[in-house]
């Protein structure tokens, strides 16, 4: 019934916000870089927020989560305003850091990146501040910039959530799972707004606010996933710190094939451009449907691929499987850029 409740929230948020993004100014116009037709009211990361801020309340959830989702107002906030006027990615960058000071400074944090065979726990020790601040920045830009064709940026999203869950069945630790079902909601609000940001009847777009949400919302679940969650038993984790990569294979994949690619012509890696796996894809005369079903699915076969070596050989035949994975990828992509065109 809960999950009924949150259907209709979203439809209520939805209706509000697309008559009210005008007056907010929250609409995105055409332009060299962003080829829609139309003004696209940019609420989708609002809405999506708002519905899991109600839901928090009705559903349990643990302190951490509770932490994460209040500090994500203020990037919220801030992206909105982003999104307005073009604050640029520095000041985008300083929120990501102040935000991520105030969750760390909760106490959660990557202490470490588990155990590989014969070797125990590997703990990271005095750079565990500065080690999870790199991540939760680098995995939430990641899902920033790959946001650049309708229903993108929220399916990787989706495919993240969905694939912690499943691994949490498969070890049974959904158990200790306590957002299990609230995870199920976010997943049901993020298929109900991919309807709507791929439909071109009552369009909307996640805005810099919603795709950056995502990704810190996202890099935060799998910190909290991996480093284990306290019970009355002890710290119980949910995945493998070495599956929490496998969870987000392609937007990590993704920038750092970009970013190798802006250096290597000495270009600004944080300066937009189009040398995203999608705009490859679509110079190279696929379309905008098209060249979402095949990241989507090469994303759900690099995943699926992870979790058999883990299942099979272990972590740290999974960890080196995907670190060449990553290498192949980056060198596929460089190739693939040329063939495209894109200089």
């Known amino acids: 019934m809960t999950y009924i409740i949150g259907i209709i929230s979203f439809f209520i948020l939805l209706t509000i916000f697309y008559y009210v993004a005008p007056f907010l100014k929250l609409i995105d116009e055409p332009n060299s870089r962003?080829?829609?037709?139309?003004?696209?009211?940019?609420?989708?990361?609002?809405i999506i927020y708002l519905n899991l801020f109600i839901f928090m309340f009705y559903f349990e959830i643990g302190d951490n989560m509770r932490t994460v989702l209040l500090t994500s107002i203020i990037l919220l906030i801030l992206?909105?305003?982003?999104?307005?006027?073009?604050?640029?990615?520095?000041?985008?960058?300083?929120?990501?850091?102040?935000?991520?000071?105030?969750?760390?400074?909760?106490?959660?944090?990557?202490?470490?990146?588990?155990?590989?065979?014969?070797?125990?726990?590997?703990?990271?020790?005095?750079?565990?501040?500065?080690?999870?601040?790199?991540?939760?920045?680098?995995?939430?830009?990641?899902?920033?910039?790959?946001?650049?064709?309708?229903?993108?940026?929220?399916?990787?999203?989706?495919?993240?959530?969905?694939?912690?869950?499943?691994?949490?069945?498969?070890?049974?630790?959904?158990?200790?799972?306590?957002?299990?079902?609230?995870?199920?909601?976010?997943?049901?609000?993020?298929?109900?707004?991919?309807?709507?940001?791929?439909?071109?009847?009552?369009k909307i777009f996640l805005g810099d606010a919603g795709s950056m949400f995502l990704g810190f919302f996202i890099s935060w679940l799998l910190i909290m996933t991996s480093q284990g969650y306290e019970t009355s038993s002890g710290i119980k984790e949910i995945i493998?710190?070495?599956?929490?990569?496998?969870?987000?294979?392609?937007?990590?994949?993704?920038?750092?094939?970009?970013?190798?690619?802006?250096?290597?012509?000495?270009?600004?890696?944080?300066?937009?451009?189009?040398?995203?796996?999608?705009?490859?894809?679509?110079?190279l005369g696929f379309d905008n449907t098209q060249t979402l079903f095949l990241i989507l699915i090469l994303s759900v076969v690099l995943n699926c691929f992870g979790l058999l070596i883990y299942y099979i050989s272990g972590p740290l035949p999974a960890l080196v499987s995907f670190i060449l994975l990553l290498i192949t990828y980056v060198i596929f992509m460089l190739q693939l850029s040329r063939k495209a065109n894109i200089k």
């Not at 037709?37 to 609002?46: D, S, Y």
């Not at 939430?140 to 499943?166: H, K, R």
């Not at 929490?244 to 990590?252: D, F, I, K, M, N």
Request: glycine share 6%; net charge neutral; aromatic share 12%.
């Open 240 to 283: 493998h710190p070495v599956l929490a990569l496998w969870c987000v294979t392609l937007p990590v994949f993704d920038i750092f094939s970009v970013i190798i690619k802006r250096i290597l012509i000495n270009k600004n890696p944080f300066k937009p451009d189009r040398r995203h796996i999608h705009h490859i894809l679509l110079q």
């Open 34 to 46: 962003k080829r829609h037709k139309g003004n696209i009211p940019l609420i989708g990361g609002l």
């Open 79 to 202: 992206g909105a305003l982003d999104d307005v006027i073009e604050l640029g990615i520095i000041f985008r960058l300083i929120a990501q850091f102040a935000c991520c000071l105030i969750v760390i400074g909760s106490g959660l944090l990557i202490t470490h990146i588990g155990d590989y065979m014969m070797m125990p726990k590997l703990e990271i020790g005095i750079f565990s501040i500065i080690f999870t601040i790199f991540c939760v920045i680098g995995l939430t830009n990641s899902f920033n910039f790959i946001d650049g064709v309708d229903g993108l940026c929220a399916s990787l999203a989706l495919i993240s959530v969905v694939f912690i869950l499943i691994i949490s069945l498969l070890d049974k630790s959904y158990i200790y799972l306590i957002e299990f079902e609230y995870l199920i909601l976010f997943s049901i609000i993020l298929i109900l707004f991919i309807f709507f940001n791929i439909n071109n009847r009552f």
